[in-house]
């Protein structure tokens, strides 16, 4: 994968999107190459970015947002040599990694919960596999800049109710784990 991804800088730059954490030597990258390993081999947990827990019986009142977390993408890289811009649009642009945005969800899982016609308490959740990938960028000149993207996988929205007993195979990881950890 290629892309434009170097600066001529001498000092860190802080922004938005990436952090560098050494200054380079100043000069420039130009063209750069990036590289990533493939998703499937990294290791991945998922977290819960939106909980709504919800009890019928007592109306809206238990409709109650227990996480309303976002996760962010972003890139932490070791050089200020890198342009980050060119760099997170070739990222987003060649590969099946999410560079940037938001996985912002409790608005989209409240239109998701207003379907939901169960009579018992029920938990909806909204859920990432958060996974952190090493990236390398070569530059022009022969050097290897490195960084990480923290980023996710995979997004989930759905309900499990409190009272059903799923077996293992039966509901996804996520919703054990909603399930394991917000009913009482």
Not at 15 to 20: D, E, Q, T, V
Not at 33 to 47: D, H, L, Q, Y
Not at 75 to 88: K, N, P
Request: charged share 25%; with cysteine.
């Amino acid at each position: 994968m290629s892309a434009t991804g170097c600066t001529a800088s001498g000092t860190p730059k802080t922004s938005g999107h990436a952090i560098a954490t050494s200054s380079a030597a100043g000069t420039s990258c130009g063209s750069t190459a990036f590289s990533a390993p493939p998703v499937k081999n990294i290791p991945r947990n998922w977290t819960f970015t939106a909980i709504r827990k919800v009890d019928p019986a007592w109306g809206d009142e238990k409709n109650v947002a227990l996480v309303d977390k976002p996760l962010t993408a972003k890139v932490e890289w070791e050089s200020d040599r890198v342009d980050e811009a060119a760099v997170l649009a070739a990222i987003g642009d060649e590969s099946e990694l999410i560079a940037s945005g938001t996985s912002d969800a409790l608005s989209e899982m409240d239109r998701f919960l207003s379907g939901v016609k169960e009579e018992k308490e029920y938990i909806g959740y909204a859920a990432v596999e958060k996974v952190t990938v090493p990236l390398s960028l070569k530059c022009l000149d022969g050097t290897t800049v490195q960084g990480k993207l923290f980023t996710w996988a995979e997004a989930e929205i759905g309900v499990v109710v409190c009272a059903t007993k799923y077996g293992k195979g039966k509901a996804p990881v996520a919703a054990l784990k909603a399930q394991t950890e917000f009913c009482n």
